[in-house]
């Protein structure tokens, strides 16, 4: 949410056309068309499904010339996590490590290395320490080989984990983050009736957007290490409440889109 490593804003936009639209597979120009919808260009889009695809979040297939995308990845995981309401999985009763070492000669591997980590749920407790809530570090074999990254755990006592999660993943200032989302978004419901069907595809998109930044922030972090009252239910109620209003007319225009595509019969509904 505040660092680039963590969450793009554009990445949000495939999971999203593909949740409004319900289907499982998409053919490139009618996600890219979607996508257009809501904001930059159709050059900017491709490059947008580009980098995805380059870093494992998209997967991508050819019928032809045409290409297929579906989620993959942390991003499918994500994206799994908050259609079924936001909720982590329970507690291994670990915080598992990644323990590093590198020099400032190989900074860009470093860097590149810490980005991938922490896609996939790691925080920093300390320069050279990360520490997950599950171990993902197959996900990072290559890299870990590479850099002589050394996987670990902390076997400890769930108030140790609780203090260690609240200073590596922020959580003052993320609950604080959480508690202005859900003024945001009640507020947002008395004004959102009446759209029409693509105003009310973009504005979905629009409240749901700072939903998945907040989700994606918190890495997958489970309810045993959470402070007490935190607001995750209450924002996902919210969601709840928004999509109730938003939802059917915003699904209505995404089919209305596929429907008149030429590559109609390359999407796979759900």
Request: some cysteine; proline content about 7%.
């Amino acid at each position: 949410m505040r660092s680039p490593s963590r969450y793009y804003p554009a990445f949000d936009k495939p999971p999203f056309c593909l949740a409004v639209a319900d289907v499982t597979a998409i053919p490139g120009p009618i996600l890219i068309d979607l996508m257009t919808r809501l904001d930059l260009t159709e050059s900017a889009n491709r490059s947008v499904l580009n980098r995805m695809v380059s870093r494992g979040s998209l997967a991508l297939s050819r019928t032809g010339r045409v290409g297929v995308y579906r989620l993959a990845g942390h991003l499918l995981a994500n994206f799994e996590r908050i259609r079924g309401g936001g909720q982590p999985p329970s507690w291994d009763g670990r915080l598992h490590a990644l323990i590093y070492d590198t020099s400032e000669t190989r900074r860009t591997a470093r860097e590149r290395f810490r980005a991938a980590a922490m896609r996939v749920g790691y925080r920093s407790l300390r320069p050279g320490v990360l520490v997950s809530p599950s171990d993902q570090s197959s996900a990072l074999s290559g890299q870990i080989h590479e850099l002589g990254v050394m996987p670990g755990f902390l076997d400890t006592d769930v108030d140790t984990a609780r203090a260690i999660a609240n200073r590596a993943w922020s959580l003052g200032r993320v609950r604080e983050e959480g508690e202005r989302l859900c003024e945001h978004l009640e507020a947002a419901v008395p004004e959102l009736s009446g759209l029409g069907a693509e105003s009310a595809f973009r504005r979905l998109h629009g409240l749901i957007r700072p939903v998945v930044a907040w989700t994606v922030e918190l890495g997958g972090l489970p309810a045993e290490l959470m402070p007490e009252h935190w607001p995750g239910r209450r924002v996902h109620q919210c969601l709840a409440d928004i999509h109730g209003v938003l939802l059917p007319s915003a699904s209505a225009f995404a089919e209305e889109v596929i429907r008149a595509s030429p590559y109609l019969e390359l999407v796979e509904w759900r």
